[in-house]
């Protein structure tokens, strides 16, 4: 694990306000370093209730950092909205956005059965919520199982929610043949296999709604166009992909009794994976910049906000169809590494060559070298709230010092 000094301006703001943190939660109650302990700048500040706690320690991957408030009053408030249901299914939960997902539902006391192609590395993911005493259903996803649909038509008989979040990963890998069949296969197969189960089942025992993943490079990319949920397509092989993912899961029309909502992932910003986990230890090295022109949109959402929007799908009966699960604020690759590395009191100073990620990544350099500026009408018209609208308040709450 890399060393890393703390941030000066973390510091100052708890120590600065080190008086009037008692009895009240202030912006940023923790660090990891036993010295700022010792010298009484975190005892002072972590006074929180035991609810403040608990909901605080659901927060960051594995429980190590406390929340700043706003984040636990989101998270309250999200906790609630998730009471309103007892049980879902979660495909892909595994994952980094899943892991997140699972941490609230099974915090808000929802019934879940993960999906998985591992149920043993699942159950190792997952054991502390068995250590806590919270039970957790596991049920095996396989191509080759021959009485898999029965299995599955179990799993997903009367439950209140289905969220498919699988998928092969897109970033970071050369894009051969085989690996472009794999990215497919295990988006539109998966998906045309619940979507199948699904339309299997008597019409009483289905669940009520299908949240499904997709992404905004359903759109294709630009420098200069704008998207929002009306644009139509772009042409390349990740828009193509989305197309036939998004038209896999809408198989499931009205008739079915199942609502679908897609969601159209931005990159999505959280600690411990996705961009972050790969961006800042690099930054950390003071090696950091811009990839490419910088001039690139990124289309993004921090990953409270999308566990937020999965919820609020679920729970609002009147969202159907596709919704841009990313901040209205999307910013371009140099002010993302600007913010970025000022947050994490690092320069942005290192710009990584277009030529060099072409060379490693191939066709698949599209995923950092190109964008898309894509806004979320119908999402703020369907009452979503994000917590995070800008990059700055994103980027503050998903870095964390280990
Ligand atoms: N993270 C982002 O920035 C972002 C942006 C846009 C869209 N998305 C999409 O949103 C979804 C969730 O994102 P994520 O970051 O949580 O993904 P992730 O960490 O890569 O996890 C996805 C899950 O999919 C399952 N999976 C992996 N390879 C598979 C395969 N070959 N066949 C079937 N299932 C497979 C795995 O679950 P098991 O091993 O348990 O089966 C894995 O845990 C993905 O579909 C992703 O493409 C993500």
Request: one cysteine or more; hydrophobic letters at 40%.
């Amino acid at each position: 694990m890399l060393f890393v000094l703390p941030h000066a301006s973390l510091l100052k703001t708890c120590h600065h306000q080190k008086k009037k943190c008692v009895g009240y939660l202030p912006k940023y109650v923790k660090f990891s370093l036993p010295w700022t302990e010792k010298f009484g700048i975190v005892k002072n500040c972590a006074r929180m209730s035991d609810t403040d706690r608990q909901v605080s320690d659901s927060y960051g991957k594995l429980g190590r950092d406390r929340a700043p408030s706003d984040i636990i009053a989101t998270q309250l408030s999200v906790l609630d909205q998730a009471r309103s249901f007892k049980s879902a299914c979660i495909v892909g939960a595994t994952g980094f956005v899943g892991q997140y997902l699972v941490l609230l539902l099974a915090r808000a006391g929802v019934e879940l059965t993960i999906v998985t192609r591992d149920v043993a590395k699942a159950k190792a993911i997952f054991a502390k919520y068995e250590r806590r005493g919270q039970s957790l259903q596991y049920c095996e996803l396989s191509s080759s199982h021959r009485s898999h649909n029965e299995i599955l038509k179990t799993c997903f008989s009367k439950k209140d929610a289905i969220v498919n979040l699988a998928g092969a990963p897109i970033a970071g890998r050369r894009w051969t043949e085989t690996y472009k069949e794999q990215l497919i296969s295990s988006r539109v197969r998966v998906t045309q296999k619940i979507v199948e189960v699904i339309k299997t089942m008597d019409k009483e025992e289905r669940p009520k709604v299908l949240v499904n993943a997709s992404a905004v490079g359903y759109y294709g990319v630009s420098d200069s166009k704008e998207f929002d949920e009306t644009s139509p397509p772009g042409d390349d092989f990740l828009a193509v992909l989305c197309r036939r993912w998004e038209s896999a899961a809408q198989q499931l029309d009205q008739s079915f009794g199942t609502r679908v909502v897609i969601l159209r992932f931005g990159i999505v910003i959280g600690s411990g994976g996705g961009v972050l986990g790969s961006m800042t230890p690099i930054f950390q090295m003071f090696l950091g910049g811009p990839v490419g022109t910088g001039r690139q949109w990124i289309s993004w959402i921090q990953v409270m906000d999308l566990v937020s929007l999965i919820i609020h799908s679920i729970t609002n009966e009147n969202m159907f169809g596709v919704y841009n699960a990313c901040s209205p604020a999307p910013v371009t690759m140099s002010d993302f590494c600007n913010t970025l590395g000022k947050i994490i009191g690092r320069p942005s100073w290192i710009p990584v060559p277009a030529v060099v990620i072409r060379t490693i990544l191939g066709e698949g350099s599209i995923v950092v070298l190109d964008g898309q500026r894509v806004y979320p009408s119908r999402t703020l018209a369907a009452g979503f709230h994000f917590q995070y609208p800008d990059i700055r308040s994103a980027l503050e709450a998903s870095v964390r010092i280990h």
